[in-house]
């Protein structure tokens, strides 16, 4: 491949190194309006977007919809808390992955066992314990990229010389196009397993309905609503 490419390979994966999380100290402890909400998202997970200049982090509209169907509980007297906060963020990195169904059956459990204050261990223990695999994570990551890289690199060396650079950047691409259908396709699978165990669960003590009902109508809304 071109020195370009790989001079942007190297420049995005040191990119990693400064990326940053949102970490639950950096959430204010007072209760937020929906316009200090989209506020404080859109100034802390900016450098994520694609294009950080026009796209919306999240709208009053996705927040709405997220409440309607039960991904976040209701805010009350129209403010939001530290723990809404910090399960929007989990919902802006899960939704361009999962549907609003999926999400759904990921952490409805977890707001039932940690929002507010219902467990010694609480919501911000969960986020701080998730995001603390952040550095090792993201350095098993940069690995990966380089070795598919070089593999890429030394592909189709009996292809025309004229070609060769866009077919091992094509190929470079498939590879990590790839590699994000077979985790999407075990995170759907692990997340099916989790919904039937929870069903089950369900129907032996007689109760759940309504936790189907929800994750029916939040799997029949369409993408674009939370995107």
Excluded: W
């Amino acid at each position: 491949m071109t020195i370009h490419t790989e001079d942007l390979l190297n420049s995005i994966l040191e990119s990693f190194d400064r990326m940053k999380f949102v970490h639950a100290e950096d959430v204010p402890d007072i209760d937020l309006y929906m316009d200090q909400v989209t506020k404080f998202m859109g100034e802390h997970l900016k450098s994520s977007a694609r294009y950080p200049e026009q796209d919306k982090i999240l709208t009053k509209t996705m927040i709405n919809n997220y409440a309607k169907n039960d991904l976040l509980p209701p805010p009350v007297r129209k403010k939001y808390s530290k723990e809404h906060m910090l399960l929007l963020i989990f919902i802006y990195y899960y939704k361009g992955v999962m549907s609003i169904g999926d999400i759904q059956t990921l952490l409805s459990p977890i707001t039932e066992k940690y929002f507010g204050g219902q467990s010694a261990y609480s919501l911000e223990d969960v986020y701080n314990e998730v995001f603390s695999f952040e550095e090792t994570q993201v350095a098993r990551i940069k690995e990966d990229i380089r070795r598919e890289y070089t593999e890429s690199a030394h592909a189709f060396n009996g292809a025309p010389e004229k070609d060769r650079d866009f077919l091992r950047l094509f190929s470079f691409i498939c590879m990590l196009s790839f590699d994000v259908y077979v985790k999407r396709l075990l995170i759907e699978k692990l997340l099916d397993s989790m919904r039937e165990s929870e069903e089950k669960s369900e129907r032996e003590t007689g109760e759940g309905g309504k936790a189907r009902r929800r994750r029916k109508k939040g799997a029949q809304t369409p993408p674009e609503a939370h995107r």
